[in-house]
């Protein structure tokens, strides 16, 4: 697989879980997912995982990668590239697994005494990929490994933490958010 065909499958492929996170920044807001609920005297993950977040969020990656899946072929073929479509098990695991893997790493994060919005960085950058490759390979391992060769799983994981930085910085840039991480 030649680089240009490596980067865009893994951006196409990956659309559904970068989506969920900044669709959670602009809908979040109202009741925490942990209630409020403490452990060892820390929350367990804090007031900035919100449901209506969580639920905009997953909701938002599972519907852009239904539109996506429509529009595999015509895309494919203007791109020349063989892209991925996206079963409906697939649309669910990686916007359900981005952002339970955004919401793991705030109860990481609560666990080393961080409080909200702290930056780790690695964690912040790569939680949700994380989270929706897990998810992904559990849920539909023959789409996983036809789609995630070794180069495309490489692109994800140099591209990914990139592109993070870069809509996390407009996002804060525009007020959205209120740390650049
Ligand atoms: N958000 C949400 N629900 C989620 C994830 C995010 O409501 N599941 C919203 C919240 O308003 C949150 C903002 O998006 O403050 C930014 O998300 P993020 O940086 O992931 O959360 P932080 O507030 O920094 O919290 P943490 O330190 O736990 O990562
Ligand atoms: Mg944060």
Known sequence: MDAVSAVATAFWAMLPAYLPNNAAVLAGGGPPVDGGRTLAG?????????WRGTIV?????TLLAVVLDSLTTPVGIALGIDLPGFP???A?????GAMVGDLGASFLKRRMGRSRGAAVPGLDQ????????????????????????APVLLVVLLLTPILHVGTNTIAYLLNFKSEPW
């Open 57 to 61: 969020g997953a909701l938002a990656g």
């Open 88 to 90: 409906l098990a697939v």
């Open 42 to 50: 820390n929350r367990l993950l804090g007031e900035g995982k919100t």
């Open 92 to 96: 669910l695991s990686l916007s359900i």
């Open 126 to 149: 790569l939680d949700f990929v994380i989270g929706a490759l897990v998810l992904t390979a559990a849920v539909a391992p023959a789409w996983f490994t036809r789609t995630f060769s």
